[in-house]
């Protein structure tokens, strides 16, 4: 998003988006697209001079863009799911009603389509509810399949950036472990959605997702399947919980940052880190 609209005001604000998404059940994804086609990611319209980026109220002013963030996906929690209205088909006839008065150009009339292909373009699926419970079971929308058979921990999205035993993950330097060394760095755009390479067991849940200052930084989960255990790092959101089973390809988190770089840290047990990544 950042890429296509550069003079954004919500650029930096990920970590937002994603810590109200889960606080309030719903995916983060779903708030960016709605505001990608109310207001152009807050630089078009009259939501632009009011912090509001998502047409709420139609035009209730906020004091911030956090606060409208906030406001909006608790708003989606309570007066849309909390009432049944958990898809994008079901929230757009109150949302964007086509007809309405203050719609004199017919616009409302896209926004199912245009809400739904920013959706998908992010991984979401727009048939089902915006929930983290519904986008977040087995196989989520954005996974894709890789190596071995075996799920791409970003759905293919990214580049590939330090490599097992170079820099930061050199064998020779602390901590000289395998979550640390034997890993990858995967360069991707903070709050992308990270899923479970195989099935298995979160075995660890750690970090701060709010807290991404060092080399240490964001949260951390391990996933260890039948055969080998894989070590996400710097995520700035998890929707699973500790001792809790995932399906191959289930979504388990989102990306956040370390060291001032928006990434994935990525350890692998066994496995060849960088065939798994499924980026170049």
Do not use: C, K
Not at 87 to 99: D, F, H, M, S
Not at 101 to 125: E, F, H, K, M, R
Not at 163 to 172: D, I, L, M, Q, V
């Amino acid at each position: 998003m950042a890429d296509e609209v550069p003079d954004s005001p919500l650029i930096g604000l990920g970590s937002v988006f994603v810590a109200e998404g889960l606080r309030n059940g719903i995916d983060p994804r779903a708030l960016v697209a709605i505001a990608r086609h109310e207001s152009v990611l807050g630089t078009q319209g009259s939501g632009a001079g009011i912090h509001n980026a998502f047409g709420w109220g139609p035009a209730i002013p906020f004091a911030s863009w956090q606060d409208n963030i906030a406001t909006v996906a608790r708003g989606l929690a309570t007066n849309y799911v909390g009432r049944g209205r958990d898809t994008l088909v079901e929230i757009q006839p109150i949302w964007a009603p086509i007809g309405a008065a203050n719609d004199p150009g017919g616009l409302n009339s896209a926004w199912l389509d245009a809400v739904g292909q920013t959706y998908s373009d992010l991984g979401g699926d727009p048939a089902l509810p915006i929930t983290i419970d519904a986008q977040g079971g087995a196989m989520g929308a954005g996974a894709t399949i890789g190596y071995g058979g075996l799920a791409t921990p970003t759905g293919g999205i990214g580049t590939l950036g330090g490599r097992p035993g170079e820099g930061t993950h050199s064998y020779a330097s602390w901590p000289d472990n395998w979550q640390s060394d034997h890993a990858v760095d995967i360069n991707l755009p903070f709050g992308s959605p990270l899923y479970a390479i195989d099935a298995g067991v979160i075995v660890r849940i750690g970090g701060d997702p709010t807290a991404f200052s060092g080399r240490f930084g964001g949260a951390q989960l391990t996933v260890q399947s039948r055969d080998d255990a894989y070590y996400y790092a710097h995520l700035s959101g998890i929707v699973v919980r500790e001792g809790g089973r995932v399906a191959l390809g289930q979504l388990i988190g989102f990306s956040g940052s370390a060291n001032g770089a928006d990434h994935l840290h990525l350890g692998v047990m066994r496995r060849d880190p960088v065939a798994l990544a499924g980026v170049e």
